[in-house]
């Protein structure tokens, strides 16, 4: 009897289980509640899988679109696996009822877009795969749901761009995985909101520059993983990231590291630069912690210019990898097994550099005789050898050839024929007065190009059609007088001119045309007394733009319209007497250093600087005629300001700098030229700003004699 009623309440308790069939497609193993109808090309989710599974794996089928509640019959899931299912499109709603499912994979489908409530009700969710899709873009808000979250895989996608808070909501997410994109823009904010963010792997993409204001918000970050972009240097604390402690440069093109790179990352105890195209490298300053720095693949050699390097981390028990590119002697050998005192310029033999390269080379291996060809980091050095032509037959994988200080006067068609993979091209000194067309045909990969020091006035577009990767064009030290019409219209990729110290006289309209991804612009040391007010009508992503020392007699404030990312603005060296209202303005946003030394400035009117403030970190004044300055109360986040040599005239109208220097912890030079009796004093001591009859009276008359002289158009007189 016992036995009956027992075995009916169990039949009772089981019935919802027994009653589930397994779905023809599918194997069941009910006992650990998994299903798996793998490789069926089913188009849609089998019907009748039991209620209770937890385990379903739906790999390989062709589901097209996953439609609203297609999950409701299985609310108990925790794992879900759909790769392989041609998915195109995940309805609002699809996972709704899925409250207990830890791990979806989505990978390997065709998803290109996410709706804002595709993964509505996976509250639970710690894993989300959508590597190898087809999502180009992702709205803010999509994982808005996923406050559960602590792995986030979007690798292998065509992702070009990450807006600003794109991530909102993933607060206990831990890694996010951007891998294999095509990433080139990232939003100041896109990762905002992050706390618990560990780990960024954001290699293989198309960043040519450190993101350094979107990275410093991951304030918890420990591992950056940022390998395989197309960067090019690393300036001046780049990285400032407060928790970062391993940090991923490798297999890029960078060539510069400044020394201060890492200052403000002080918990950094890896940085991988390993394959890059570093040539030398300087003591890095504030990495406390480090204890291991990867240069290997680099080409450094292990002279005297690296000693105070090799002290350095000696001292601070670094733990470098890195193999001697040269001199002779120690080509090859690790840093780690020399001393620092060993390593000496000068007194080699130069043969002593060349023979070991050329027996080590195997018998087929090209190589111009006159050359040093350096296998191990596929550079040719052909510098100084007196060529009058370029040489033939350079081993097929050069990456540099440095052909600078010989004399090529022109550069013929196909000079380069068959340098596919050349990266750098140093062209210097070499007496340059023609690029004939074609002259870098199948140059497909060059993205630096020197030709500084040469004889160039002209230059016909059609020269870099065969160069479109170009990102840095050296021109500097030429004989330009204007800059070549449309010269740069087929380099969409161009991030760097430098044309200083030419000749050029005026920017007419539309100067830079086709070169919309310029940042720099370099043309200090020219004659210019002209801009446009359209001349950078299509460089919006202006960064640095360097106007010093020529001949300009006013701010070119309708120029810098539309730069709304100039962050950096020299003008020193320009005959400009007078700041006008506004002159800024459209910068004053973005801008954060600010040159106008030396320019025999006499005034700045009230509102000369009006909408910056905040964001400037440095600003020079020094070595002009300034009496005064309009009110500075919102320079607040100044880090540098240079007020020396100037004629401040140290009587009540100056009281206002006098408070705000006393205010800033910083070192500003300001001494007063007037009145008699406290000249020379600093600005910032000055015992009193007093305006007595007579001084008053003196000040206003120069002042209007100044503004008469200076510009008749009406303004107010500065004082604060
Ligand atoms: C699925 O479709 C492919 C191509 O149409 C076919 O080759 C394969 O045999 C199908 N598999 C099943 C299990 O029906
Ligand atoms: C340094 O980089 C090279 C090349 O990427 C790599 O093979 C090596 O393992 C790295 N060394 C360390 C210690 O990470």
Sequence with gaps: ??????????????????CDRCPRKCICDNLRAFV?????????????????????????????????????????????????CNIERIEEGAFRGLGRLVFLNLGSNKISFIYQESFDGLSSLQQLVLEKNRLEEIKPGAFGQLGFLNFLNLGENFLVYLPDMLFQGLQQVKWIRLSNNMINVISNEAFAGLPNLRRLSIDHNELQYFQSEAFTRMSGLTRLELGWNPMTFLSEEAVHMASLKQLFLNDMAIQDVSFKAFEKSPQLSLIDLSNNQIRSIQALSGVEHLNRLNLTGNSIRCDCY????????????????????????????????????????GNFPEEEDNQLPVTQKPEDE???RIC?????????????????????????????????????NSIFKEAFSGMKNVVSLHLQNCQINELQPGAFISMDNLVYLYLSHNHLSQIDPEVFRDAPKLGYLYLDHNRFTTIPMGAFKRL????????????????????????????????TGNNINYIAQTAFKNTKHLEQLYLDENLLLEVPTQALKGMSFLKELRLSKNPIRYIGNGAFLPVSRSLQHLYLSDLGLEQISSGGFTGLGRGIK?????????????????FNGLELINLANNLFNCDCHLLHLHRWINSLNLKVGATCAGPKSVKGQKVRNAPFFKCHGNDKGKTKITKKKRSEKVQPTTRKATHG
């Design 36 to 84: 798996a109808c793998t490789n069926k090309n089913a188009t849609e989710v089998p019907a009748s899988i039991p209620q209770f599974t937890q385990k379903l794996d739906l790999r390989g089928n062709d589901l097209k679109v996953i439609p609203t509640g297609s999950f409701f019959p299985t609310p108990y899931l925790t794992h879900l696996s759909l790769q392989k």
């Design 492 to 523: 969409p990729n161009l991030f760097s001119l430098h044309m200083q110290h030419n000749s050029i006289s005026t920017l007419p309209d539309n100067i830079m045309s086709g070169a919309d991804k310029l940042h720099w612009v370099y043309l």
């Design 618 to 634: 440095s600003l020079h004044l020094d070595n002009n005629k300034l009496q005064n300055l309009p009110n500075m109360k919102d």
């Design 306 to 345: 690296l000693r105070h390097f090799k002290q350095w981390a000696d001292s601070q028990r670094v733990k470098v990898d890195l193999i001697c590119s040269g001199p002779g002697h120690f080509r090859g050998d690790h840093l780690d097994s020399l001393r620092a005192i060993d390593l000496k310029c």
């Design 366 to 368: 090209i190589c111009p």
């Design 372 to 408: 040093d060809c350096r296998p191990d980091d596929k550079h040719v050095l052909c510098e100084n050898k007196y060529l009058q032509q370029i040489p033939k037959r350079f081993p097929f994988d050069t990456t540099l050839l440095d052909l600078r200080k010989n004399v090529f």
């Design 1 to 18: 009897m016992l036995w009956t009623v027992l075995t009916l309440l169990i039949m009772l308790f089981m019935e919802p289980l027994l």
